[in-house]
Structures are given as structure tokens and as C-alpha cells.
């Protein structure tokens, strides 16, 4: 399986298959994303949340192919009534699909899409595919319910935010990878823009200095998991 980051929590997950999942692909409107959504394609688009920087380019992409969008019921139903292929799903809800397993789980956050509707609640999401575990959080403060995912599940890649403003800053997100013990965390959600300006390499110190592992991913840097 490959794991790649393109810049703010827009990150691709290929399968051992060729299957290729998206995650909040904020690609045109974003400063630092290396690639447009001219160039990207997928088979599945997973949506943590409607806000335009999450919600980003879903729709462009999905235009282009058959394309299955991923997400908590509102949205889903919103992305369905504008003729997209979406999947309803909910907070706590896992489903098995051709490519792996997916659950929704809490995040604390706001959701409503670009042009003003409702799109239900924020979530984080577990992927279970080719036998590992990645746990992108979404947009979110800090919880200590994420102390119960991380023993319910051995989480091999977390992906968290550390912009501070909207999300979690780095000192919240050195103490989430320490109740949620992933293997490695990886920063996200950081220096698109200058209200989110945040050095990922002091996080990575931070993280190591807890016994934690952290891989801050380059934008557009792709890692074989
Ligand atoms: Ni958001
Ligand atoms: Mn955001």
C-alpha cells in the first residue's frame, strides 16, 4: 500500500490492487498543494468534513470518472441530490468495501459546505486496508476518547493536525499521538495558509521525545507503508 501527502489533509491511499482512495482533496483553491485536480484521479473520494478546504476538489475529481464519495450521512445526501455517487455513513459506523474497511469517528470541528447547507458532523476516519491501520482525525480539538481508539485499534499511521486556530496546535497533537500510540505520526493541516503557520520539525521533536515515531511527509512525497 502507498500513503501519499499532498499538502494540508489531502493525502492518496493506493492499494496493493491499484485501488486509489482520496482524502480531502483541497488541491486548487490550496497555495501548497503540488498538484491540481486537472491532474489527479480516484476511485474513491473519502470526505471528513464539508468545509472548502476538506471538500476541496471532490466534486471536480468525481466528475471526471466513476467515482465513489465517503461520508456521514448530510453530506453524503447533499453530494447525491447534485447527481455524485456518495456512500451514507455515520460516526462509529465501519463498512467493509472491495478496497478495505472504513469507520467514521468523532471529531470536534464545525461542518457546512461552501455554499451554505448542512453536512452533519465533522468525523475522523479508521482505514483498514491490506492489513494496516491509518487514522486520519479530520479537522478536531483534542479528545481523550482518542485514548479508546488507540486501544481498540493498533494504529499504524496517524495523520493529525498541528495548525493551532482551527485545530489542534502542536502541544495538543503531541498529546493525542501519546493516547492514541500509533506507530508513526504524521503532521498535517500546517502553513497553507499564514493562520496555520507551524513548524512540523518542532512537533517531530516533540513527538520523538515521548518515545513517539514521527515522519513529517514532504507535499507530494509519496511512502510505501
Ligand atoms: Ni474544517
Ligand atoms: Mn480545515
Given amino acids: 500500500m502507498k500513503l501519499k ?6 493525502f492518496q491511499v493506493t492499494t496493493n490492487s491499484g485501488t486509489k482512495i482520496l482524502i480531502d482533496p483541497f ?3 490550496n497555495p501548497t498543494s503540488p498538484v ?5 484521479n480516484a476511485d474513491y473520494i473519502i470526505l471528513t468534513h464539508a468545509h472548502g478546504d476538506h471538500l476541496g476538489d471532490a466534486m471536480k ?7 465513489l464519495i465517503i461520508c456521514v450521512n448530510e453530506l453524503a445526501n447533499y453530494l447525491i441530490e447534485k447527481g455524485f455517487d456518495a456512500h451514507n ?4 459506523g465501519g463498512y467493509n468495501f472491495e478496497f478495505g474497511r ?17 453536512a452533519g458532523e465533522p468525523a475522523g476516519v479508521l482505514l483498514f486496508i491490506d492489513g494496516k491501520i491509518i487514522y486520519h ?20 499511521y496517524m495523520l493529525l493536525p498541528i495548525g493551532d486556530n482551527f485545530t489542534m496546535g502542536i502541544d495538543d497533537a503531541v498529546k493525542a499521538v501519546e493516547l492514541t500510540n500509533p506507530k508513526v505520526a504524521v503532521p498535517m493541516h500546517y502553513n497553507t ?6 513548524n512540523p520539525l518542532e512537533f517531530k521533536e516533540k513527538v520523538e521525545k515521548t518515545g513517539h515515531k514521527c515522519r513529517v511527509m514532504d507535499f507530494g512525497e509519496e511512502l510505501d507503508l
Fill in 89 to 92: 455513513m455515520h460516526i462509529g
Fill in 36 to 40: 491540481r485536480s486537472d491532474d489527479v
Fill in 5 to 10: 501527502y499532498f499538502s494540508h489533509s489531502a
Fill in 137 to 156: 482525525t479530520g479537522d478536531t480539538g483534542l479528545f481523550y476518547d482518542m485514548k479508546l481508539i488507540g486501544e481498540m485499534n493498533a494504529v499504524d
Fill in 102 to 118: 472504513v469507520k467514521f469517528t468523532i471529531a470536534h470541528h464545525g461542518s457546512k459546505t461552501p455554499d451554505g447547507q448542512y
Fill in 61 to 67: 475529481i468525481a466528475k471526471k470518472g466513476k467515482v
Fill in 193 to 198: 495558509f499564514l493562520l496555520i503557520k507551524a
Fill in 27 to 29: 488541491f486548487d483553491g
